[in-house]
């Protein structure tokens, strides 16, 4: 079956950069789904196919995919982003929904 | 604005059965298709199952194929999900979510989810 493999954690000072990457198989031919999800709340779509935001989804949040690696870019990190982030695809072989498993990430 | 309302949620002995209910409103239900997605204490998310708008595919993950049934009612706008033969690994929070209407994924709206706790 798919595999998407996500680091567990990242941590990043306010005002700074995150990455967060998804590696999967020739990932750069699927579409990738970002998901951010605090304690306690559901989770919220943040990216979707690759790098498009929905609406009322601030410009810091951006995406890429390409070869076997998909990436989450948070723009001047705010406290508030402290969060798991959750990448997702669909595996058309299987007819099944794969996610990765998660990210915390921690603004120091 | 839409909204998925997640019940049913309880407290199993192993081998038993349960069914959990999604009511949907705020859009038009028929339209869309609907997934189940569960989440175990601390870990990360599992998609479960999913049905299509008109109720004629539905797929499942290989950790509950032949023990779980999806189903929805159009008239009440409400998606099931019917769970037999559980096991202690199916203690989770589980989440209604909604997809695409010609799509499967991603899911732009989710419920705030119910308990499942699978113990002796």
């Known amino acids: 079956s798919y595999v998407l493999t996500q ?10 950069t995150a990455m967060i990457t998804c590696g999967g198989n020739n990932i750069g031919s699927k579409s990738v789904h970002w998901y951010q999800q605090k304690p306690g709340q559901a989770p919220v779509l943040v990216i979707h196919y690759d790098s498009d935001r929905p609406s009322g989804i601030p ?10 690696s998909a990436t989450l870019i948070i723009s001047r990190v705010e406290a508030g982003d402290e969060a798991d982030y959750h990448c997702q695809v669909w595996d058309g072989s299987k007819d099944h929904v794969v996610f990765g498993g998660g990210t915390k990430l921690t603004v120091l | 604005q839409v909204q998925l309302v997640e019940s049913g949620g309880d407290v199993v002995q192993p081998g038993g059965s349960l069914t959990l209910s999604c009511a949907a409103s705020g859009f038009i239900f028929s339209s869309y298709g609907v997934h189940w997605v ?23 993950a290989d950790s509950v194929k032949g023990r779980f049934t999806i189903s929805r009612d159009t008239s009440k706008n409400t998606l099931f999900l019917q769970m037999n033969s559980l096991r202690t690994e199916d203690t989770a929070v589980y989440f209604c979510a909604k997809g695409g209407r010609t799509v499967v994924i991603p899911f732009d709206y989710w419920g705030q989810g119910t308990l499942v706790t699978v113990s002796s």
Do not use: M
Request: proline share 9%; net charge positive; glycine share 14%.
């Open chain 1, 7 to 16: 680091p567990p954690s990242v941590s990043v000072a306010p005002g700074k």
């Open chain 1, 59 to 68: 410009e810091r949040f951006s995406g890429s995919n390409s070869g076997n």
């Open chain 2, 38 to 60: 569960r989440q175990a204490p601390g870990k990360g998310l599992e998609w479960v199952a999913f049905i299509r708008f008109d109720g004629s595919s539905k797929f499942f």
